[in-house]
């Protein structure tokens, strides 16, 4: 029985064009995998904890093993659980807006708290950098107003997908599977046609996951 991990970061539940094209993945996903639990994480609802002084030093303390004062080991505490729960999940999907180009920041208070030496990846001078999370996928699914696709004339603006992709990338998720809704802002017939090819592409992916 694995578990899949739903990542939210649009704070727009119903009216969200990235949460409904995975809704639709998972629908599909459920009655393919009727064992699997299903997990959503809500960045908006998660109370991330804050990245202050105290958990930026209980980080070095960590890295040049020296003990943490009572305030570090509530924060270390604290990031190591958001870790824990990330990585007892066995597939990853993530359904994220695009926000001036790049990720919400939520999302990316989530990959802040996520990152780390030892618990994500590693760094020896024989190795260099090592991701810690693998062998298990993940399904990404971009929603943007605009049109960043190939042909589009927009592609550099993308710094959605390309960020995503490389910091998951580092921590090992090497394996994304992508979707992208485009464009969702404008005429209702593109943001209809955008809303149905996301769903059928979801729909073949989660068959095929
Ligand atoms: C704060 C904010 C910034 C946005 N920036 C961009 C942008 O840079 N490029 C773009 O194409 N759309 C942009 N949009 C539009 C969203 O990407 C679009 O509405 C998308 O559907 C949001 O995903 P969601 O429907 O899952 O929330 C922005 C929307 C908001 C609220």
Not at 8 to 16: D, F, H, K, N
């Amino acid at each position: 029985m694995n578990k899949l991990l739903h990542i939210q970061a649009s704070p727009r539940l119903g009216r969200s064009a990235s949460i409904a094209v995975a809704e639709h993945f998972l629908g599909v996903y459920r009655a393919r995998h009727p064992r699997d639990t299903v997990e959503t994480l809500n960045l908006w609802e998660a109370n991330l904890p804050e990245i202050d002084g105290e958990t930026i030093d209980a980080m070095y303390a960590v890295r040049n093993r020296q003990p943490h004062t009572p305030a570090q080991l509530k924060a270390w505490q604290a990031v190591e659980r958001i870790i824990g729960d990330f990585k007892s999940a066995d597939t990853y999907l993530f359904s994220l807006p695009m926000w001036n180009f790049g990720i919400p920041y939520k999302l990316k208070h989530f990959i802040d708290l996520l990152v780390h030496r030892g618990l994500t990846f590693s760094f020896t001078p024989e190795e260099g950098y090592q991701g810690l999370i693998t062998g298990k996928p993940a399904v990404a699914i971009y929603a943007r107003g605009g049109a960043y696709g190939p042909g589009s004339g927009a592609e550099g603006y993308d710094a959605q997908s390309t960020y995503l992709r490389q910091i998951l990338g580092f921590i090992g998720i090497t394996h994304i599977k992508e979707i992208f809704v485009e464009p969702t802002v404008g005429s209702p017939t593109a943001k209809d046609e955008a809303a149905a090819a996301g769903n059928q592409e979801a729909a073949e992916l989660a068959a095929a996951t």
